[in-house]
């Protein structure tokens, strides 16, 4: 069992007599990553502000390692947290800022030790901020900055990390880096991790754990199988002018009607026409395929008809002949495939259809 890092109990957090998120009862274990997700506005930075103390609880208690009330001292040594505000440390190299973090450990002077430096230069190294070492702070980018504030609380060598948005500011080079090297903190140092996300795709990939936030509580919570999953992310975010499918994530609204064009597709190989035909604005159907196939989901958000066969079955006749109704009625078709298999011997029957009828164009037409 892991060992209980940190720990809520009915807590309300807010400002002044505004509630914004109450009964809160959860826990965060070591080696364990704990994310938040919600709207804007549901109140995630506000309940990890809350857990950094910067802000009182309304009320109900936080508690670290069982205990609820610790010094500030002790406090920055057990926590680390990088948040959405933006500092400005005047005159402060990247190396001084990550460099503060060491303070919890050194006298009242400040002053490093050579294993501090040590520590400051591992947590750099560790971040890939090395090469900003002699920049000054504030003419970095804000992906840079982040990287840096990153460093800052490895280097505090902490037992719980609190992360908001922590991937806002980077290119999609750095957000993957960053998720392993928390990844990595939680698993080989065993690290408690709390962390708000707005990019989905990566808290499913990255949490032990997700917390969904809505409507001034916690909405639901358990590992990323059973978050992501059936129509609740659209329940979540209140999605009505697109959809969201847990495997393919988010599609913008379609623009369906009577379909123009039927593509013939599998595999994957429909999805860059689906795509392509959906910014044009124009109306489509395809088919026929497989319920297991991995462009369904997307076929079917953006799809005005999709005829499909079921899984692992070879395409039946009744399937087929639905496929050509629709098809007839298209004025142009589009073949997607370039093999066909056992199991889409039919798709092969439609090509031949739609090559017989005049109606065949290439995908760049």
């Known amino acids: 069992m892991s060992d209980n890092l ?3 109990e ?4 807010g400002y002044g007599k505004h509630i914004i998120v109450q009964g809160m009862d959860f826990s965060v274990n070591s080696g364990e990553i704990v994310t938040l997700i919600g709207a804007n506005g549901a109140g995630k930075s506000t309940l990890l502000k809350t857990i950094a103390s910067q802000i009182a609880p309304l009320a109900g208690t936080v508690y670290f390692h069982d205990k609820a009330h610790i010094s500030e001292r002790e406090l920055a040594k057990i926590m680390s947290v990088v948040l959405t505000v933006r500092i400005d440390p005047e005159l402060m190299t990247c190396e001084d800022v990550v460099s503060s973090g060491r303070y919890p450990y050194t006298g009242r002077l400040g002053i490093l030790s050579e294993h501090d430096r040590q520590k400051v230069a591992e947590a750099m190294e560790m971040t890939s901020v090395t090469e900003l070492r002699d920049r000054a702070f504030s003419q970095l980018s804000d992906g840079q900055r982040q990287r840096v504030m990153l460093a800052r609380a490895v280097c505090q060598e902490p037992e719980i990390l609190v992360l908001d948005e922590p991937t806002s500011f980077l290119d999609m080079k750095h957000k ?3 998720l392993m090297l928390i990844r990595r903190l ?3 140092k065993h690290i408690g991790v709390i962390v708000s996300l707005h990019e989905l795709e990566l808290a499913e990939r990255v949490s032990d754990r997700i917390l969904c936030i809505r409507n001034g ?3 639901r919570t358990g590992t990323p199988e059973e978050i992501f999953k059936d129509d609740y992310i659209r329940e979540l975010y209140q999605i009505s002018c697109g959809t969201y499918h847990p495997v393919t994530g988010a599609e913008l609204e379609s623009g369906k009607g009577k379909p123009e064009i039927f593509i013939i597709s599998g595999g994957g190989t429909g999805i860059p026409v689906y795509r392509r035909l959906q910014r044009q604005g124009i109306p489509f159907a395809c088919g026929v395929l497989h319920e297991n196939d991995m462009e369904y989901p997307i076929a079917s958000a953006l799809a005005s008809e999709v005829i499909t066969e079921k899984a692992f079955e070879p395409v039946s006749e009744m ?3 639905k496929a050509v ?7 142009s078709v589009i073949c ?4 066909f298999g056992t199991m889409n011997q039919k798709n092969l029957e439609l090509l031949k259809l739609a090559e017989e009828s005049g109606k065949m164009i290439t995908e760049n037409s």
């Not at 009915?10 to 957090?13: D, E, K, Q, R, W």
């Not at 109704?325 to 004025?331: F, G, I, N, Q, W």
């Not at 997607?336 to 093999?339: F, G, P, Q, R, V």
């Open 319 to 321: 399937q087929f002949q």
């Open 336 to 339: 997607a495939c370039t093999e």
């Open 6 to 8: 940190l720990r809520m």
């Open 186 to 188: 939680a698993k080989e």
């Open 176 to 178: 993957l880096e960053l």
């Open 325 to 331: 109704a629709v098809l007839e009625r298209c004025r």
């Open 217 to 219: 509580k916690i909405d």
């Open 10 to 13: 009915n807590l309300i957090v």
